[in-house]
């Protein structure tokens, strides 16, 4: 029996229970996804951070709603993710609400065609150092079987440490780079984006072995 290749994307996915329309979360997995369900836009934007996803599907047929007002909520947290907003055929929805608009009925596979050409790839602007691949013009990060999507700052963080592989950079240093001041008499919330920085790249953020804490000096990337 042939196995599903798995598909090195996240999908978040908002879904209800309406029994007229069918559920999109156990048959995109079926086709390779890592999905991530929830239950509202509230639940969405709250795990929006954490999951990180590639792409959004608001199944609003499922809600019994028009999903206008979830996608516009998702676009104020993070305007670059893709949405696809899936409505019944009785609605009338605006192009511009998401980035695409699929009216039910249609098929997984429909669907599936329509999610993987918005989905990441490695663009042109890419830094390659070691086991990590950052692309600066998507801000992901992928290593070790991790694709993750980075904030701003992280991705500058990641790229300054990348920038001097295997030596110290020290705390002053990035703090300047990173929050653009001359002003380093209080770093405290630079240990708190290189923890973040270690969930994206280490396989146990809790024992990093790629990038270091020289105590007293900085950071090290260990490549």
């Not at 798995?6 to 979360?25: N, Q, R």
């Not at 110290?168 to 209080?186: A, I, M, Q, S």
Request: aromatic residues 4%.
């Amino acid at each position: 029996m042939s196995r599903t290749k798995k598909i090195d994307a996240t999908v978040l996915i908002v879904e209800g229970k309406h029994a007229d329309f069918p559920s999109f979360t156990i048959p995109l997995q079926k086709k390779g996804f890592d999905v991530r369900a929830v239950k509202s836009g509230k639940e969405a934007i709250d795990k929006l951070e954490d999951i990180a996803p590639d792409i959004l599907v608001v199944n609003a047929a499922s809600m019994r709603s028009s999903g206008v007002r979830i996608c516009k909520k998702i676009e104020e947290q993070d305007e670059d993710l893709p949405i696809i907003l899936i409505v019944g055929p009785e609605k009338d929805i605006s192009d511009d609400v998401a980035t695409l608009v699929l009216y039910h009925p249609f098929t997984i596979l429909k669907l599936t065609n329509r999610i993987k050409p918005l989905l990441p790839s490695d663009g042109n602007n890419v830094l390659h150092v070691g086991a990590i691949r950052l692309d600066l013009d998507r801000k992901r990060v992928r290593c070790l079987g991790q694709n993750t999507r980075l904030t701003p700052r992280l991705m500058v963080l990641l790229k300054a440490l990348m920038e001097s592989p295997g030596e110290v950079v020290e705390r002053e240093e990035l703090f300047k780079k990173v929050w653009e001041t001359e002003y380093t008499g209080d770093t405290r919330t630079l240990d708190v984006h290189i923890s973040w920085l270690r969930k994206a790249i280490e396989p146990d953020p809790t024992k990093p072995k790629l990038l270091r804490t020289i105590r007293g000096v900085g950071y090290r990337l260990d490549l």
